[in-house]
């Protein structure tokens, strides 16, 4: 596996020696919800050369996946800036790549900081539908661009092609500009989506730290010591990686807290995990436990330049996206020094034990879960099976 400190590297040529469509998913979410569409569309196309940077769940998609961007995914100013050189070589040699082998179209998932740029050096080196070439460019998932950087989307209606979006409200947020979007509704609520979690009010505390590895040596250690305050019940911790296994495992969980891989279980068809009340990044996991009626409080910390600067560009009330979504606190957010122990078990005591707290949970997930139902328009997959013909 390429990383920060094992350059300079080189993408392996496709399978086959052609390749139609590359996606690039840089995070667990985004490889995980491009999965899903790679799967449709290969159920739909089975002859379809599809290659990924990408992660584990595109692999097993039926994507030839060319590197695990997964592994090295990281946020915040000061993390990107640590690693530099690493980003740089994987951009340039993704540019060299795509020139060299021509796929009939890129389909970038979120990921703005890497996907927007690889956007405009395409269209500006003429290779991209915009600049004059074949390759159209496709998006998956927008950036946030109603919570920071709203300008974008006057860059990324010059240099994409399209867009499928995942949240009813964000057509519009692109209505000012020439670039077509579409809602093709959110995969958690898809007519075969198998939540890997679930309620259950006398089951153990869920305790979701995130899947970067920077974040989850921050948020893990505050999770803990706020499970460790309530004094009840047993824990468990979901990770989506061994190498984020070791970074839970550095912290020294106590024996009542115990350390599982996501899916695992559940793929092997033993059901989802229940939870009584869950303390969570901001993360998709999140929505997963949000769409479950799971009780519970988002608790997040970064780099404290990070914060500076994220403080003074986001414009957002929350993080969480079910709370921007309800435009309410579903889940109660302690960023910072606010994720005190003393407030992270005061939030599992309440969930666990006020019945009140459960019913108010459970209202806001049938609003969620109305808010992002699917389209009869079609899926994700229906979208690039469209723009690809």
């Not at 499970?227 to 911790?237: H, Q």
Request: hydrophobic share 45%; net charge positive.
């Amino acid at each position: 596996m390429a990383g920060p400190a094992q350059l300079p590297f080189r993408l392996p040529p496709p399978a086959g020696g052609r390749v139609d469509v590359l996606v690039i998913a840089g995070e667990h979410s985004g490889d995980e919800h491009a999965a899903r569409m790679v799967r449709d569309l290969r159920d739909r196309q089975p002859g379809l050369a599809i290659a990924a940077l990408g992660g584990p769940d595109l692999a097993a998609a039926g994507a030839q996946l060319l590197h695990d961007l997964t592994a090295t995914s990281v946020v915040g100013f000061v993390e990107v800036l640590k690693h530099y050189p690493f980003f740089r070589t994987l951009f340039n040699e993704t540019l060299r790549w795509i020139a060299e082998h021509r796929p009939r179209a890129v389909c970038f998932v979120d990921y703005p900081g890497l996907n927007l740029r690889l956007a405009a050096e395409l269209r500006q080196r003429g290779l991209s539908v915009k600049g004059g070439g074949r390759i159209k460019l496709l998006y998956y998932i927008s950036p946030q661009i109603w919570a920071w950087k709203a300008g974008r989307r006057f860059t990324m209606a010059r240099d994409l092609d399209a867009m499928a979006v995942i949240f009813p409200f964000e057509p519009q947020c692109y209505a000012d500009t020439t670039l077509p979007v579409e809602f093709v509704g959110h995969p958690f609520v898809a007519p075969d989506y198998v939540p890997p979690v679930r309620h259950d009010p006398a089951g153990p505390v869920l305790l979701l730290p995130g899947s970067r590895k920077q974040a989850v040596a921050r948020i893990f250690p505050a999770l803990l010591a706020g499970f460790a305050r309530y004094g009840e019940r047993e824990a468990v911790v979901l990770y989506p990686s061994q190498d984020i296994r070791a970074v839970l495992a550095a912290a020294n969980p106590p024996a009542n807290v115990t350390l599982v891989e996501v899916g695992e279980g559940h793929a092997m068809g033993q059901g989802a995990r229940a939870a009584s009340a869950v303390l969570t990044s901001s993360g998709t996991m999140s929505m997963h436990c949000a769409l479950a009626a799971i009780p519970g409080a988002i608790a997040y910390r970064t780099n404290p330049l990070t914060y500076f600067f994220a403080k003074r560009l986001v414009k957002v009330r929350y993080i969480g996206i079910a709370n921007l979504l309800l435009d309410e606190a579903m889940y109660p957010e302690f960023i910072q020094d606010a994720a005190t122990p003393a407030a992270l078990a005061a939030e599992l005591r309440a969930c666990t034990h006020d019945p009140a707290r459960r019913e108010r949970t459970a209202a806001a997930t049938a609003r969620l879960r109305a808010l992002l139902h699917q389209p009869t328009t079609g899926s994700a997959a229906d979208w690039l099976t469209a723009k690809i013909d």
